[in-house]
């Protein structure tokens, strides 16, 4: 299927707040979190998604913490922090108004 | 697992972040290369194959670095600071000596005082080797340019300076001489060409270009500023007697590959993606 990537681009950001605001996730983690959900859809770059991590970390908007693992190599989790939960909230806002919005004028070019 | 290696170093290499951010870049991507290689050796890759797969899917390493300092910059003032200090001591300096006029002296008094105007200077190799120390190849650049500027400036307001040759002040601190404003700025700019030379050198043999910068700048930058600093505290030292005609070839030279040097260093940490 054909993916428009802007638009894939400007979603994962809102999607990558929602997982983390469930729990605390390290990066490959969010990576099969996405693949699996969306069935394949969002199978994101690896080389992406750290680079996008690092910028919401120094925004504010996660915070991440090494995490010992017995007998495996420490893990890097993010946790969401209040900024970005208040960053989360803005963007659920702002996508339920533009996909309400591309349904109203979807259906009235039906009708 | 050689090739997480060699693929992390490029990676590394690659970074113009503080050191540390650079080695928690390094560990989280090795911690996730790994976990990846599990996953592919499970579905019966063999580990060699596993490892090959895992470093093409995490993507180029030039470029995803170039995306990582780009995240981890993006945001910090204090790297827009630093690059711009260099810039706020000469405008600092210039804009408030004796000769020039006082354009900015109500602004900038408090910080520069016409009578500080050598100690101040002595601090933009300080803004430069703080950056160098720090990872941030832009305060280097910026301090680049920033003596570029001064250089050209105090030349064409101080004319009486233009034949004073680009070793003087090196030779001074042997033979025990006084220096001045312009030697010091001299000194600057051959300090910045031989970093310059350490990083065209990382270039060629692509190693990372911080330890070749912070090795030649310490070997020679720092030991020419070191010398300096001790005399520049003394105010008033104006003449150099003995001061013999220089090439200003030689300067346009410096001053010219101060310039390109400074472009390359930039371009280098630019975002390719």
Wanted: hydrophobic share 50%.
């Amino acid at each position: 299927m054909q993916v428009d990537t802007q638009l894939v681009k400007g979603t994962v950001r809102l999607l990558v707040l929602r997982l983390l605001d469930r729990e605390p996730m390290y990066g490959y983690q969010m990576i099969a979190h996405l693949r699996d959900r969306s069935e394949g859809y969002f199978s994101l770059g690896e080389g992406a998604l750290y680079p996008l991590l690092h910028e919401l970390e120094e925004q504010g908007f996660v915070r991440a913490q090494w995490q010992e693992q017995q007998g495996r190599p420490s893990r890097r989790y993010y946790y969401l922090t209040a900024k970005g939960k208040r960053e989360l909230a803005r963007r659920m806002q702002g996508w339920k108004g533009f996909t309400k919005a591309v349904d109203l004028v979807l259906e009235a070019s039906h009708a | 697992m050689r090739d997480f290696d060699d693929y992390l170093e490029r990676l590394r290499a690659a970074l113009d972040v503080t050191p540390k951010r650079a080695h928690e870049i390094y560990r989280e991507v090795r911690t996730h290369l790994e976990a990846k290689s599990r996953e592919l050796m499970a579905t019966g890759l063999s580990e060699a194959e596993a490892v090959q797969e895992a470093v093409r899917g995490f993507g180029e390493p030039r470029r995803v670095a170039a995306r990582l300092t780009e995240a981890n910059d993006k945001y910090r003032r204090a790297n827009q600071f630093g690059a711009a200090l260099g810039f706020m001591f000469v405008f600092a300096t210039m804009f408030t000596a004796p000769n020039v006029g006082a354009l900015m002296t109500g602004t900038v008094l408090p910080l520069a005082k016409a009578q500080s105007l050598f100690q101040l200077l002595t601090m933009l190799p300080a803004a430069v080797l703080a950056g160098m120390v720090a990872g941030r190849r832009r305060w280097w650049v910026a301090g680049a340019a920033a003596v570029l500027w001064s250089t050209a400036f105090v030349m064409a307001v101080f004319p009486v300076f233009r034949d004073r040759s680009s070793w003087l002040p090196v030779k001074l601190h042997f033979i025990g001489d006084a220096i001045d404003v312009i030697d010091v700025i001299r000194t600057l700019m051959w300090g910045l060409v031989m970093a310059g030379c350490g990083y065209l050198g990382s270039r060629a043999l692509g190693r990372g270009m911080v330890s070749w910068l912070v090795g030649v700048f310490c070997g020679g930058y720092v030991t020419l500023i070191g010398l300096f600093i001790p005399s520049v505290m003394v105010w008033g030292t104006i003449h150099v007697p003995g001061a013999r005609p220089g090439p200003l070839m030689i300067q346009s030279v410096v001053a010219f590959s101060v310039v390109v040097l400074g472009a390359l260093a930039y371009r280098d940490r630019r975002i390719s993606a």
